[in-house]
């Protein structure tokens, strides 16, 4: 998603650490917090809006 500018650096680094968490969970059978996965889940979905909801609001402004 970097190389294709579609997130920042600082963005980048955050998912490798939640990459790294589901790793450490599937491959390492370590249990994160509940707090870590709501937290997870948070950043995941804001990333999500960022790149694939955001770039709607222009157009539905431009018609106003």
């Given at each position: 998603l970097m190389e294709k500018r579609l997130i920042l650096p600082g963005q980048a680094k955050t998912m490798h650490?939640?990459?790294?968490?589901?790793?450490?969970?599937?491959?390492?059978i370590k249990t994160p917090s509940i707090m870590s996965l709501k937290l997870c889940i948070e950043i995941i979905n804001n990333l999500f809006l960022n790149i694939y909801e955001l770039d709607k609001y222009p157009k539905i402004l431009s018609r106003r």
């Open positions: 650490a939640i990459r790294k968490i589901g790793n450490d969970t599937v491959h390492e």
